[in-house]
């Protein structure tokens, strides 16, 4: 597997986590970085480099952020972004990964795109939901910040600097791991 194969693969398992967070930011973010010629995109994928798709994807991605902050809306939208994420999680492996045969591309698209993204995207809802019988709502404007905070950072460092954002991924992963074996403590002394 050549050098150029492997970072295509970090590329998109950094987006795919970051469409965790938010669904239409690494999306937006390819799409500008596809327009600006950053980052090569697969023959098929060349239309998200298009000016109709950038405007589009720049859209929802605004709509997406702002609607995050209405309490309540927000775990409603969380019941279509888990399956959605899903999507484009495996949409934006695809459309990175180069020079691999399509078997396996669409193995690591499935696997490690969407299900990098649907994992973050089952966290950051279930996380979302505790706010919300905890706090009533009114820590979920917070929540959303860091969410799409944590996806602007996430997205930019996967076009920028690949293998920086693979560690992040990582270290999200041992995040939610260890926040799972101390909900699962819990419920074992409950």
Known sequence: MSPESIISIFLGIGLAASVGFRVFFPLFA????????????????????????????????LAEI?????????????????????????????????????????????????????????????????????????????IATVETGTAMVLSVFSILLPIVAIILVVLIFLGIRKLYKKLFKKSLKA
Request: a negative charge; aromatic letters at 8%; proline letters at 6%.
């Open 30 to 61: 390819l799409s500008l970085a596809g327009y600006s010629g950053v980052i090569p995109l697969n023959e098929s994928w060349l239309w998200i480099a298009s000016i109709p798709a950038l405007i589009t994807l720049g859209i929802a991605m």
């Open 66 to 142: 702002f609607a995050y902050y209405i309490p309540w809306f927000d775990n409603l939208l969380d019941t279509i972004a888990v399956p959605l994420a899903a999507i484009a999680g495996t949409a934006v492996m695809i459309s990175t990964v180069a020079d691999l045969s399509p078997v396996i591309t669409w193995a690591l698209a499935i696997i490690a795109g969407g299900g990098t993204a649907t994992v973050i995207k089952g966290t950051t809802a279930s996380t979302r939901l505790t706010s919300t019988a905890t706090t009533g709502g009114i820590a979920n404007p917070i």
